[in-house]
């Protein structure tokens, strides 16, 4: 009898023991399931916001350059004579621009077009020339893909100690360096405006 009752007893705690694992890894797999489920709405959230802060720099770029730049919707000779429509975008061989002749009118959808790959192509450009550009402040971001959107990269990589400053933070050498440049003579009011954009994050 005492074994007959020890035998039930035992497998009434086996019973018991397997039925709190069981209720403990459905509640495991329930966390399981709401960390990722939140995970997912954090990873969203975060690159939603991303997105939004790449988008207002973008426009906040896209009006500064509109005013150093001109926006034209014909295409028109830059100052160095070569055929350019929109926001500064340059012509090249694979537009469907290329060949026609000055004062040829431009869509309106084409200037964003054009200017959204330019604006593209700065932006990657900027990354490779400046480390950890991402992380500079917003205004020598602004300045330097401007800078970039007018010279190019293969000519804003020459202003070698501009971007060693630029990379330190020395806002002040960065600024003498960019006056110190044939850029800064030949489009002086421009330089000057986005020079004192450097200069008074030394103030900050």
């Known amino acids: 009898m005492q074994s007959e009752i020890e035998s039930k007893g035992w497998d009434n705690h086996e019973d018991t023991f397997e039925e ?4 403990e890894l459905v509640s495991s797999r329930t966390e399981v399931f709401l960390l990722q489920e939140d995970i997912k709405q954090l990873t969203k959230s975060y690159y939603n916001l991303l997105r939004i802060k790449m988008e207002t720099f973008v426009d906040r770029l896209r009006k500064e350059l509109e005013r150093d730049e001109g926006n034209v919707k014909a295409i028109y000779l830059c100052s160095e004579s070569h055929p350019t429509f929109g926001i500064g975008h340059l012509i090249t061989a694979d537009d469907p621009e ?6 040829t009118e431009v869509s309106e959808e084409r200037v964003v077009s054009a200017f959204e790959d330019d604006i593209s192509v700065t ?4 990354a490779k020339i400046f480390s950890n550009w991402d992380s500079l402040p917003e205004q020598a971001r602004l300045v330097t893909a401007n800078m970039c959107f007018q010279l190019g990269m293969p000519r804003l990589r020459k202003f ?3 971007i060693d400053a630029c990379n330190r933070g020395a806002w002040l050498e960065m600024a003498s360096e960019m006056r110190n440049s044939k850029w800064h003579k030949q489009t002086t009011a421009r330089a000057e405006r986005l020079i004192k954009r450097i200069l008074d994050l030394d103030q900050t």
């Open 20 to 23: 709190t694992l069981r209720r």
């Open 98 to 103: 290329h060949g026609k002749p000055v004062g």
């Open 123 to 126: 932006i990657s450009d900027c």
């Open 160 to 162: 070698k100690k501009t």
